[in-house]
Structure formats: structure tokens, C-alpha cells
């Protein structure tokens, strides 16, 4: 069984801060899949980025960046100097390779990033 | 443009009805789910289907049922033994092959029952 853990439920910041997502995953699996979906106000799930189990590097696009680290089943997220169109539901998700179908999420995390 | 669709937006229905939601995707994914969300909470998996004419239960499958008739089409039923059937409801699609398991999800239909 695996399980993703977003203990933040909600975060508030201000436009230009920057603000850090946490993700804390379980599985036995060796290898996995994590990902990160955005949920704005509209509702419809956007994909934001996969990462596989084998490969460690971090990544940056844009203002996004992830930190992915085994040792700690961590797969954080950071947004750098926050925009107003970046207020939604961000969640974490993981799909074991052994049942490539079984995406579980994390609760999410609301962001909300005032003016 | 590819990608999913999902109608209605917005449905409502009164208790003791059947009610079905559309999803339809042009990605030529192999892959469908039905995902429920409820206020404040992750999305949970009702049915998902590997292929044509193949479907399998979810974690919260009672209540509901999916047929597979094509690949590009998963209609998903709520039907009146489905307890409580208001939430969001969250079609996706994907094909897993070597490293690429992301799913992508239409807009969502939201259902209320009353």
C-alpha cells in the first residue's frame, strides 16, 4: 500500500514571498512515480511535473522548483515570489510501479497568495 | 486541440434518480479513471479502465457503475444506491509506458443531489 502526506492544509502568503509545499510519501515499491497537481479555483486538475524514483535531481521551471530526496520520502515543492494566480490546491500524488494505474493523492495543500 | 471533456459542468438531480456523467477523451490514451472529490479532501478512485470493453473497481466503487464500449468514451452512472452522491466528480486519462504514468484530468462535473 503507499500513501502521500501533505501535512500543510493551508498556507497564506503575501505576492512575492516565496512558499514551500511539503510532501511526504510511503510505498514499497523501489520504484515510483511522484507528481504534482495544481487545482485552481476552476477545478480542473493540471499537471505540473513527474518525477521518478531513480533520478534525484531537482528541478526548476520558472518560478516553480521541486526537492526530491529518498532519504527522507520527501518531494517538496517551491514556489518562488508568489503571484496572485498561483492561489489554489496544490497536490502531491504517487504511482508504484507495481500497479502503474494507482495514483493516490495527498489531502492537498491550499495556497493563497493575497496582493 | 486534444484533451478531455466532461458535460455538464453543473447537474443536478433529485434523490432516487439515476444519473449519468460523460467523459470523453481524443489523447488516444489506453487508460480512464473516475475520481470523486469532496469538499477540502484528496480525490478518491471509483473505477478505472486498461482497456476497451475492461474496467475495475476503485477504492469506492459501491454505488456506482462505468461501461468501455470505446476507447475514447468512460460514462460513468451514480446511481440511487450511491449513499451520498453530491461531491466533484474528476474523469482522467493516461497511457502508461516507460517513464510517462502522469494522468490528465478533464474540468470536472459538479453533482448535486437533493
Known amino acids: 500500500a503507499q500513501k502521500v502526506t501533505q501535512a500543510q492544509t493551508e498556507i497564506s502568503v503575501v505576492e512575492k514571498e516565496d512558499v514551500t509545499l511539503d510532501c511526504v510519501y510511503e510505498t514499497r515499491d523501489t520504484t515510483y512515480y511522484l507528481f504534482w497537481y495544481k487545482q485552481p479555483p476552476s477545478g480542473e486538475l493540471v499537471f505540473l511535473i513527474r518525477?521518478?524514483?531513480?533520478?534525484?535531481q531537482n528541478e526548476i521551471s520558472g518560478r516553480y522548483s521541486w526537492n526530491f530526496q529518498k532519504s527522507t520520502s520527501s518531494f517538496n515543492f517551491t514556489i518562488t515570489a508568489s503571484q496572485v494566480v498561483d492561489s489554489a490546491v496544490y497536490f502531491c500524488?504517487?504511482?508504484?510501479?507495481?500497479?502503474?494505474?494507482?495514483?493516490?493523492f495527498g489531502a492537498g495543500t491550499t495556497v493563497t497568495v493575497r496582493a | 486541440d486534444g484533451g478531455i471533456t466532461q458535460s455538464p459542468k453543473y447537474l443536478f438531480r433529485k434523490e432516487g434518480q439515476n444519473v449519468t456523467l460523460s467523459c470523453e477523451q481524443n489523447?488516444?490514451?489506453?487508460?480512464m479513471y473516475w475520481y470523486r472529490q469532496d469538499p477540502g479532501q484528496g480525490l478518491r478512485l471509483i473505477y478505472y479502465s486498461q482497456i476497451v470493453n475492461d474496467f475495475q473497481k476503485g477504492d469506492i466503487a459501491e454505488g456506482y457503475s462505468v461501461s468501455r464500449e470505446k476507447k475514447e468514451s468512460f460514462p460513468l452512472t451514480v446511481t440511487s444506491a450511491q449513499k451520498n452522491p453530491t461531491a466533484f466528480y474528476l474523469c482522467?486519462?493516461?497511457?502508461?509506458?516507460?517513464?510517462?504514468?502522469?494522468?490528465?484530468f478533464g474540468p470536472g462535473t459538479r453533482l448535486t443531489v437533493t
Open positions: 518525477r521518478n524514483s531513480f533520478d534525484e
Open positions: 500524488a504517487l504511482i508504484p510501479r507495481s500497479n502503474d494505474y494507482k495514483l493516490s
Open positions: 489523447l488516444n490514451h489506453d487508460a
Open positions: 482522467a486519462s493516461s497511457m502508461p509506458s516507460g517513464s510517462s504514468y502522469e494522468q490528465y
